[in-house]
């Protein structure tokens, strides 16, 4: 009995030193992130670029994601590049870094600010940014997901060539689900993208024919 006892209470002893362990991280991180994102919403881009020993010291992918984005806020204009290079395209990485750790807690300078930035950077050109607002569509779910699909109407208007170039790279189960987004279109802006997209049939590759036809049937 008292070898049960011994044992029930090292059970526990173990639970509630690793739940004590992980809060005390978790408190640690939290912190650091609001000091870092105080940092970028005030514009104190040198104070924020101090920390880059720190922050990749860390070793922890919340924090260099945090990162990024908060250089990006500081000065859009000197970071923008590595922002879109840093963004995610995998679930853990949109929901649980950027959604849960960052928009939840209202660091950024409004809500969802990072999933309409990469929109943004998406709608002048930028093709990687272009896949990152797709892909991120894909991998998304809730209001996240509803901020991409926002995007997508404007970027296929403004950047249909590299959009088509794009969504060629994309399985097409994968992208059926990105022209959902194409709904919130008038028939006259759904007739006008078919008409600038089909233009482009005889200069571009096999796979992006293949994306052309199959908006040329949505309705």
């Known amino acids: 009995m008292r070898y049960a006892i011994a044992f029930v209470l090292f059970f526990y002893f173990i639970v509630y030193s690793s739940f004590a362990v992980g809060n005390g991280t978790m408190t640690d991180n939290d912190a650091f992130l609001k000091k870092m994102f105080n940092y970028a919403n005030t514009g104190n881009l040198k104070a924020l670029e101090a920390l880059k020993t720190e922050v990749f010291g860390q070793r922890n992918k919340t924090l260099a994601l945090a990162y990024s984005l908060a250089l990006y806020i500081a000065s859009p204009n000197i970071y923008e590049r590595q922002y879109v290079e840093a963004f995610p395209v995998n679930f853990e990485g949109i929901m649980y ?69 794009v969504l060629s790279r994309i399985d097409k189960e994968d992208r059926q689900r990105d022209y959902l987004c194409l709904s919130t279109l008038s028939p006259e802006q759904l007739a006008q993208l078919k008409k600038n997209i089909e233009k482009l049939m005889p200069t571009v590759s096999t796979q992006e024919r293949q994306v052309i036809r199959e908006i040329m049937e949505l309705k």
Request: with cysteine.
């Open 97 to 165: 870094d950027l959604y849960e750790q960052i928009e939840l807690t209202r660091l950024t300078p409004s809500f969802l600010y990072s999933v309409e930035s990469i929109g943004s950077i998406a709608k002048k050109g930028d093709e990687k940014a272009i896949e990152k607002v797709f892909r991120g569509y894909i991998y998304s779910d809730g209001v996240v997901s509803e901020s991409f699909c926002e995007s997508i109407p404007g970027v296929f208007i403004k950047q249909a060539q590299k959009t088509v170039s």
